[in-house]
């Protein structure tokens, strides 16, 4: 049963459950519904403790029915239903409260969370806007401009700043039953307040609303959810409750049928598949310490990022770490670098070139412990050579980082043929501890990250032959949606010799449109990524996808370049 009614005394326990993550597919909205019936009927229930199994409390709707026609009872309805039950239903919140999670939420009379508890509305990352009256209930709780916080930036806020903002009565420790039981008592003992959908909402006036609105439209770049979900606040802020809620709902379907939002759940759903692949089923050796070998402000930041996953972290910075480029540098520094890094359990060296070369990382590998997992980058060789002059290979990894120029976004693991399982599934347990999206090549020994650069690099340089201006291309691509134009990224690595390249300096001779610049590079990546699949460097396509968004700043809400070449296919 996904939905189970026990007693308190004279407060009913409604408990949700239905794993993973008590999504409200259509057998959930039904039990809840019917529940509502049954506890109005029941004349010694005083009221009503919504509380959840398992690790979460309702974490939105079923993303899975998205692509499909809506099945009775709808969602709004159901919150308007335990807001209209004879008997006051106090929402009991753990884990995370989010999307039509919070929406049934603010349909109680009353809600209590547990301190680690979190609450939002991430709708607009799924290219839609709340579709239950979040937009509309919300402000009536918190006001205009925390609604316009929580709903245009779908980020959610821990259960104290939930409290700050009046979107929750209470946060509790200890037993959340017991304490939600004990707040609908004493609750029980006032006069009750007014339900969320009849408390009035003080308008902000137009030039706040304009504001705004230049404010989102400059952070979303063509995104269309987060200023859809602005004009629904507004809607909500000025007009009744119920006109508000038909212009929510129609806003909702009208998205959830959309490209951006088809492309956001492909992204969503890719990301979650990433991180536990079938064919990892090794327990993964123990992580307690690392060592970051350069990199740089990337070196740094991973191993920052692995600090605050609560390892201890030995940061060798590239000039110490250049000891191992050579026996004529060795001597004490030798021993003295080995002494930082002997204990590690994993020793990553995020620096590339030189410092990545097979014949360091022999060196490397003698230095630290002996069953280390050692992760390498593989972007300047083969990583089956590299492995090579390494002591037990077995231990030893492919490891790629990309991202923005500070950050670590995505981990690219290329296992070589001698990884052993464990190893392979100690890189994921590394991805899982710091938060990062991970995606595996298979065994040929390539990188999709660097790959997909390499041919965007070429198709991008192509342009610059044809008399386009970086500064142009750049721009195209800036419009498409990307972080950074092409040339904007590269300003790291190797600089372009534009003025060697035949052609550039006969201005006007490409003709090219922003879209067609955009088309040119997007589908060179597509051809790209339809070679690393039919080569087996790339195991899935939306692996591809993740690095295009994760690794290079693909817009997210066109879902990666095989997303988008599948769509052009009729
Ligand atoms: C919405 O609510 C619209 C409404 O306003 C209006 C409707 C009318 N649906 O992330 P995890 C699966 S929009 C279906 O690894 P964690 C996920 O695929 C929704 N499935 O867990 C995975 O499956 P599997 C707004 C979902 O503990 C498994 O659950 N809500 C959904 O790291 C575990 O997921 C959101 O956007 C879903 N909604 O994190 C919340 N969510 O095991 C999205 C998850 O087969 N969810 N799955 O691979 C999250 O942010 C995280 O899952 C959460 C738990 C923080 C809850």
Redesign the pocket.
């Known amino acids: 049963m996904v939905v189970n009614i026990t007693r308190d005394g004279d407060i009913a326990v409604v408990t949700v459950d239905n794993p993973?993550?008590n999504?409200?597919g259509q057998a959930l909205r039904q039990g809840l519904w019917d529940a509502v019936a049954t506890l109005d009927a029941a004349a010694d229930v005083r009221a009503v403790v919504l509380i959840c199994a398992g690790?979460?409390f309702i974490?939105?709707?079923?993303?899975?029915e998205f692509g499909k026609p809506?099945v009775p009872p709808?969602?709004?309805d159901l919150v308007d239903r335990i807001e209209g039950a004879a008997k006051p239903w106090v929402a009991a919140i753990h884990?995370?409260a989010?999307?039509?999670?919070l929406?049934v939420a603010m349909g109680c009379r009353f809600r209590v969370a547990l301190e680690t508890a979190a609450l939002g509305?991430?709708?607009v990352?799924?290219g839609?806007v709340?579709?239950?009256s979040?937009t509309v209930r919300t402000p009536r709780l918190v006001g205009a401009a925390a609604a316009v916080e929580l709903v245009t930036t779908g980020r959610p806020v821990k259960a104290e700043r939930a409290r700050a903002m009046g979107l929750v009565d209470a946060v509790v420790t200890g037993d959340l039953r017991t304490a939600a039981v004990a707040f609908a008592r004493t609750a029980l003992e006032a006069p009750l307040p007014l339900p969320v959908s009849a408390r009035p909402v003080t308008a902000p006036d137009a030039a706040w609303w304009e504001d705004q609105h230049a404010a989102i439209a400059a952070r979303a770049k063509g995104e269309l959810a987060p200023l859809r979900a602005l004009d629904c606040l507004r809607v909500a802020a000025e007009r009744p409750f119920a006109e508000a809620l038909a212009h929510e709902r129609a806003t909702?379907l009208a998205l959830r049928g959309s490209d951006q939002a088809a492309a956001l759940r492909h992204i969503?759903?890719a990301e979650?598949?990433a991180?536990?692949p079938s064919h990892v089923t090794a327990a993964p050796r123990p992580l307690r310490s690392a060592a970051v070998i350069g990199g740089g402000v990337r070196g740094a930041g991973l191993a920052s990022a692995l600090r605050s996953a609560g390892l201890s972290v030995v940061l060798v910075a590239d000039d110490d770490a250049a000891v191992l480029r050579g026996p004529q540098t060795g001597g004490p520094s030798t021993k003295a670098m080995a002494e930082r890094i002997g204990d590690a359990d994993l020793v990553i060296v995020a620096a590339e070139g030189a410092l990545a070369m097979p014949a360091v990382l022999g060196r490397l590998g003698g230095m630290c412990r002996a069953d280390a997992v050692l992760a390498v980058p593989t972007g300047a060789g083969d990583p089956h050579r590299t492995a090579e002059p390494v002591p037990t290979p077995a231990r030893v990894l492919g490891l790629n980082l990309f991202g923005p120029t500070a950050g670590v976004a995505l981990l690219e693991i290329v296992p070589t043929a001698a990884t052993a399982p464990e190893t392979l599934a100690t890189g994921f347990a590394l991805a899982r501890a710091l938060g990062r999206i991970l995606v595996q090549t298979g065994l040929g020994g390539g990188s999709i990250g660097h790959r997909l650069l390499r041919r965007t690099r070429a198709a991008a340089e192509d342009l610059i032959r044809q008399g386009l201006a970086p500064a142009t291309v750049d721009a195209a691509m800036r419009a498409y949606g990307f972080a950074l134009g092409p040339f904007e990224a590269w300003d790291g690595g190797d600089p372009v010799n534009v003025a060697a390249m035949p052609g550039q300096g006969t201005p006007g001779r490409a003709d090219l449109s922003d879209a067609d610049i955009a088309a040119r590079l997007t589908a060179a990546m597509a051809e790209e990524g339809r070679a690393l699949l039919d080569e087996g460097v790339a195991l899935r396509s939306s692996d591809i996808d993740l690095v295009a968004v994760h690794g290079h700043g693909y817009p997210r809400w066109r879902g990666g370049p095989m997303f988008e070449a599948g769509r052009q296919v009729p």
Not at 59 to 64: E, I, L, M, S
């Open positions: 993973p993550v999504a409200l690790r979460t974490a939105g709707a079923d993303v899975t809506p709808h969602l709004p884990g995370s989010l999307g039509g999670g929406e509305l991430p709708e990352g799924l839609i709340p579709g239950a979040g909702f969503f759903f979650r598949a991180p536990r």
